[in-house]
């Protein structure tokens, strides 16, 4: 069967084109395939389905075989991924997800190709019960949080997926031991994707991202959306204009306006193969 492997400033998946073609048990084949070593590699796999309600359908397992009801940078790729391929035409589109239907604006390229979407994520969901956690409240902002032994204070946002979001030095963590323990911890019925984030300009944020079922990767669009809402919540940032998240694949643009969020971003073809399934 066919694959595309394509990213969004680094978070990358491995696509199939599933619009007339099924795959068979997509959780064993995320596990097998997603291994760096001795497969194709990637954060997980993301099927382009049929849809009765949008242009298309995402489906999305990370790299543990679990199924994820949102990934922003993937969503662009299927965007482009379903433009490229002449299943939709023009510059915008629909996407059902398991956390809704999101509707995508294009930028298109001299080639025809898409290279870059906006998309409308939604409403940030910001009661503790619906992300869902142990806390309770229309809103979790700078919570205490104890994770081995050592005491945080977290702000949570559900984005079609739950994060949690610490306001501290990205860059001097040990993520392979703080992270699982986040994505783990008791106050979280299932898991959470954590980002540690903090501020370096003028509604700019830098951020590193521990996502439950892959580990720490080079970027999540649901975690900058987040992130750019957990930094209005705490009057790190302004709402309603564009906050630039820096994450270790590159920068997206959020921005947090009546409770919607709007994320803008590349979205890329890496390169294309085949593989016996």
């Known amino acids: 069967m066919k694959f595309y492997k394509m990213h969004g400033i680094g978070n990358d998946y491995i696509y199939f084109d599933c619009m007339k073609e099924q795959l068979k048990n997509p959780e064993k084949l995320a596990v097998k395939l997603s291994d760096r070593h001795f497969s194709i590699g990637g ?16 489906r999305m397992f990370n790299a543990d075989g679990s199924e994820g009801k949102m990934c922003g940078n993937g969503i662009r790729c299927v965007g482009k991924l379903a433009h490229d391929l002449g299943y939709v035409k023009g510059d915008s589109c629909t996407v059902e997800t398991l956390s809704g239907v999101k509707t995508l604006d294009f930028d298109i ?8 979407a906006r998309v409308d994520m939604g409403e940030a969901i910001l009661e503790g019960e619906k992300i869902p956690s142990a806390f309770r409240g229309d809103r979790v902002v700078e919570a205490p949080l104890t ?5 945080y204070e977290v702000t949570l946002v559900s984005m079609g997926n739950p994060h949690c979001v610490v306001f501290t030095d990205p860059d001097n963590l040990n993520l392979e031991e703080i992270g699982p323990s986040f994505e ?3 106050s979280f019925p299932e898991r959470i994707n954590t980002e540690f984030v903090s501020l370096i300009g003028k509604n700019h944020l830098k951020m590193r991202v521990w996502e439950r079922g892959s580990g720490e990767t080079l970027a999540c669009g649901t975690g900058a959306c987040a992130s750019a809402v ?3 919540l705490c009057g790190l940032c302004e709402e309603g204009k564009p906050i630039t998240v820096t994450l270790l694949g590159g920068d997206l643009k959020i921005t947090y306006s009546g409770g919607r969020v709007t994320m803008y971003g590349p979205c890329e073809l890496a390169f294309t193969g085949e593989i016996n399934i």
Do not use: E, F, T, Y
């Open 184 to 186: 783990h911890h008791p």
């Open 230 to 232: 957990a930094a209005c």
């Open 147 to 151: 994770v081995d032994g050592r005491n």
């Open 109 to 116: 390229s001299p080639d025809g190709s898409v290279a870059a």
């Open 43 to 58: 954060d997980g796999i993301i099927l382009l389905c049929h849809s009765d309600i949008a242009d298309c359908k995402m």
